[in-house]
Nanobody
Framework: QVQLVETGGGLVQAGGSLRLSCAASGLSIGIYNMAWFRQAPGKEREFVAAINWNSRSTYYADSVKGRFTIARDNAKNTVSLQMNGLKPDDTAVYYC????????????????WGQGTQVTVSS
């Protein structure tokens, strides 16, 4: 069965960095479009970043552009999210998502989802 497992979350001070990883099983990341979403308490799940199946294109929410970087390692079957210059507003549960075909990379219509990892940024 398909599984996506996120790791790397934690507590950091504003201005710090974290690197999240998403390990896939039963799914080849090399042929799937992958993305990161996040959800804060009382807030709607929002798009963070995406990378298309062949890594030709990446997409970022305006709120994280220039600070976050999405990448994939097809040999390890993992997707990462490098987060620099973290702000308290980045505090949320971060989710990894994947889909074989998608029309809008920023929409939450991905087929497969991980369980999430908590990121907390203190002021």
């Amino acid at each position: 069965q398909v599984q996506l497992v996120e790791t790397g979350g934690g507590l950091v001070q504003a201005g710090g960095s974290l690197r999240l990883s998403c390990a896939a099983s039963g799914l080849s990341i090399g042929i799937y479009n992958m993305a990161w979403f996040r959800q804060a308490p009382g807030k709607e799940r929002e798009f963070v970043a995406a990378i298309n199946w062949n890594s030709r294109s990446t997409y970022y929410a305006d709120s994280v552009k220039g600070r976050f970087t999405i990448a994939r390692d097809n040999a390890k079957n993992t997707v990462s999210l490098q987060m620099n210059g973290l702000k308290p507003d980045d505090t949320a549960v971060y989710y990894c998502a994947g889909d074989a075909a998608i029309g809008d990379y920023s929409a939450p219509g991905y087929t497969y989802w991980g369980q999430g990892t908590q990121v907390t940024v203190s002021s």
